[in-house]
């Protein structure tokens, strides 16, 4: 039986590897929480407090692969990737090298990296905190609009777009006030449509397992819904192909899932982001819905040292599309109730609701992924029905909330 160690949680890979004859060893954060999550699938548990160093997480995957050898590891959460793979390093596990971790996780490393490489040269430039002066230089220098995000954040946390001098002022201080304790990194904007590739390599090799349609407010970047699969004109599809596969070699990405956000400009694909993972917003499970391929059971099969790369989906079902949309209440306060999640269940193609703020959250502006109410996920026989389908369920679901004064 083989020994994984799982360096931070993903309930959804571990309902999936469950599956096999594995034994797991768990490195966790400690959460006040974890007393009432069950503890059930895992042969060791050892939590961390927040203030470890990685250092101390090294010390003890060492002690107990001194005494019960890890066959492998996995690290399939984003804030996990750091500390796994200096942990592979120090016990020659395979994994993603450090700088590999850190050109996905540092959007400036992987922006001047990608320029190196003769990839995309899109202007970008790091502050360590934010000047208005010299966010204004940069506008001038490169035209508006610009985009202000933290250098290495997630969920869209922070992310604004002033698309003209009066805009700027408020773009710096949402920056300020929800991703102030990172660097601020500035970005030329990209005009076009957003999409994220998702892709599985082995040794080296890529495939591309689908591409997703991304649908997000304007204002704040944040997704409000994804569609797969997308459609192109054959000679697009392989330029994004070639983009994508060529910056996952340019970062270093030789094996397991990526997540590859692009944007389709008129000068061809450009890249935002990509990241060593599965796409969130539950785009596995869309992605699930149109192949029938579990992606997150590739993964573990693939940790456990099997190739996958022939498993990955080429393309998805004839007349299948699937779709999720989010909704969020707009009043500020303490959530009451949900209404509506069962009228929105019974909506023709619906395969999934989820609550996201449950009553006793306390919800104010939307800010980034976390803070947003709920989740439709519906089918549909093309891409614009099972949008729709989900956007009309989505309008079924109405938050009560005790209005903060």
């Given amino acids: 039986m083989k020994h994984i160690l799982m360096v931070g949680r993903s309930r959804e890979v571990l309902a999936k590897a469950k599956r096999f004859d594995l034994r797991f060893t768990q490195f966790v954060k400690l959460r006040q929480d974890m007393v009432s999550e069950t503890l059930q699938p895992y042969h060791r548990l050892v939590g961390f407090p927040g203030i470890a160093t990685t250092d101390e997480w090294v010390a003890q995957a060492r002690l107990i692969h001194s005494i019960d050898p890890f066959d492998a590891i996995g690290g399939f959460t984003e804030t996990a990737e750091d500390i796994a793979a200096q942990i592979a390093l120090a016990l020659d596990l395979p994994y993603h090298p450090p700088e590999t971790v850190t050109s996905t996780h540092d959007k400036f490393v992987m922006r001047e990296k990608l320029r190196a490489a003769g ?24 035209g508006y609009p610009v985009v202000l995000k933290p250098v290495s954040a997630r969920g869209s946390l922070g992310v604004s777009i002033a698309r003209n001098d009066a805009e700027l002022d408020a773009a710096v201080r949402w920056f300020q006030q929800w991703a102030g304790k990172y660097p601020l990194l500035l970005e030329q904007f990209l005009e076009g449509e957003e999409w994220s590739v998702e892709a599985f390599s082995e040794q080296g090799r890529h495939r591309i397992a689908c591409i997703t349609r991304k649908y997000k407010d304007p204002r704040t970047c944040i997704e409000v819904g994804h569609c797969v699969p997308a459609v192109f004109e054959p000679a697009v599809e392989a330029d994004i192909h070639r983009l994508v596969c060529a910056t996952l070699d340019t970062v270093g990405i030789r094996m397991g899932p990526s997540h590859t956000e692009i944007i389709t400009t008129q000068r061809g694909p450009r890249v935002v982001e ?42 998805a079902a004839a007349g299948r ?13 303490v959530v009451e ?7 929105a269940k019974a909506m023709p193609g619906v ?4 609550v996201i703020q449950s009553p006793g959250a306390e919800i104010g502006e939307v800010h980034d992924s976390f803070s947003r109410g709920a989740s439709v996920i519906a089918v549909g ?3 614009e029905e099972a949008m729709a389908r989900a956007v009309e369920a989505a309008g079924q679901i109405r938050f009560v909330v005790a209005c903060a004064g």
């Fill in 119 to 142: 990839l995309d040269d899109t202007a970008s430039r790091v502050m360590q905190a934010p000047d208005l002066d010299e966010v204004r230089r940069f506008a001038e220098e490169y």
């Fill in 274 to 315: 990509t990241h060593a993972r599965l796409g969130g917003d539950r785009i596995v499970e869309l992605v699930n819905l149109v192949t029938g391929v579990d992606l997150h059971v590739l993964w573990v099969r693939q940790v456990m040292g099997e190739s996958v790369i022939d498993d990955v989906p080429a393309s």
């Fill in 321 to 333: 599309y699937a779709a999720i949309r989010f909704v969020s209440p707009l009043a500020r306060g």
């Fill in 337 to 343: 109730r949900v209404d509506g999640v069962d009228a």
């Fill in 351 to 354: 395969q999934r609701v989820d």
């Fill in 381 to 383: 026989e093309s891409a």
